[in-house]
């Protein structure tokens, strides 16, 4: 039995593929900043590039352009954790985006699974059936 919830004229697609292919320029951006801010290279990369500045700001062994208390890192850790939070939020609205995505995928192949046991059901309540006038014939030929 051929019907459109059999699977058979439904074709299989990678949903996650098929969602990356989508993405805007600035969805993948997002994606990047965010994987690349999540990680721990750029936390020990950020803890490196702060112990530097300070080293060279307090020993001395070239200009001191930002003396303690470092105003001007100050200043660069601000904006930072003001594009860190745009970052995150966008991430977050991403990865919202994509459980809706996933979630109606789901849905709809659940709505086709149903249908196709459903069929199964059927079929096999007429093969109950068969077998049932089948016993009842072999009974009355004994």
Sequence with gaps: ???????KDVPLINWHKAHKQKLTRGE???????????????????LLFMGIWALLNTVGLFA????YPFILL???L?????????IL???????DAISAAMAEHDYQ?????KKEVEELMEINERQL??????VVLLKDVK
Aim: net charge positive.
């Design 1 to 7: 039995m051929n019907t459109p919830f059999s699977g």
């Design 28 to 46: 993948r951006a997002a994606d990047k900043m965010r994987n690349g801010m999540g990680s721990w290279t750029f936390v020990f990369v950020f």
């Design 64 to 67: 001191h352009w930002d003396k």
């Design 74 to 76: 100050n200043l660069f």
């Design 78 to 86: 601000s904006m930072l954790a003001g594009l860190q939070g745009a």
């Design 89 to 95: 939020l966008i991430a977050a609205k991403r990865q």
């Design 109 to 113: 192949t659940n709505v086709v699974a």
């Design 129 to 134: 059936k068969l077998i049932q006038e089948l």
